[in-house]
């Protein structure tokens, strides 16, 4: 997705059900750091979903999102890029402290993103084949370090299971950085 296509969405977005606030909370949200990274052979040029949190969000405001804006939607057939709508339980799968951490789509007021180690942190914590590639092309650019993640990780209130999984995982990025 390039820079220019979430912020159109996010317009539309905004002009449909005027929230307080957005929050973007996936890949999409690198664009708030590094604007060129949806460009073509970056890491984000084939993404073309944000996911979204609007505060507030109902079912109803939801359901006119996903009509209007959505997966299969005229707005994602017409210019190619869509919004999934988050429920406000996506929290849980958060590092905890996230909303404290998010940062400023310059080019939208009222729209905040994911701050990129905690975005590293739940790519890690998917484990995905596509999430790990994006970490791996966050790192590789020195957008973010291992160590930087590694530190956050090692801080964070998580369960036991997403503890594992992500230290397992970033010990395989150690083993493959080490190559």
């Not at 449909?16 to 970056?42: F, K, M």
């Not at 596509?130 to 370090?145: E, F, H, N, P, T």
Request: glycine share 6%; with cysteine; proline share 5%.
């Amino acid at each position: 997705m390039r820079l220019r296509s979430l912020i159109h969405l996010l317009e539309a977005v905004k002009a449909l059900v005027r929230p307080d606030a957005v929050t973007v909370l996936g890949s999409s949200s690198l664009l708030a750091v590094d604007g060129s990274l949806g460009d073509e052979g970056q890491p984000l040029e084939i993404s073309m979903d944000a996911d979204l949190l609007m505060v507030p969000c109902d079912a109803r405001m939801a359901n006119v999102l996903h009509e209007a804006v959505g997966e299969n939607s005229l707005f994602h057939r017409e210019y190619g890029v869509y919004a999934d709508i988050l429920r406000p339980d996506i929290d849980e799968a958060l590092p905890p402290g996230w909303q404290q951490r998010t940062i400023p789509l310059a080019e939208v007021p009222g729209v905040w993103c994911l701050e990129k180690i905690d975005l590293a942190l739940v790519k890690l914590g998917l484990g995905r084949e596509k999430d790990m590639a994006l970490v791996q092309a966050l790192i590789s650019k020195g957008l973010v370090s291992l160590d930087a993640i590694r530190e956050r990780y090692q801080i964070l209130p998580l369960d036991e299971a997403r503890l594992v999984a992500i230290g397992k995982r970033l010990n395989e990025l150690k083993k493959t950085a080490l190559r």
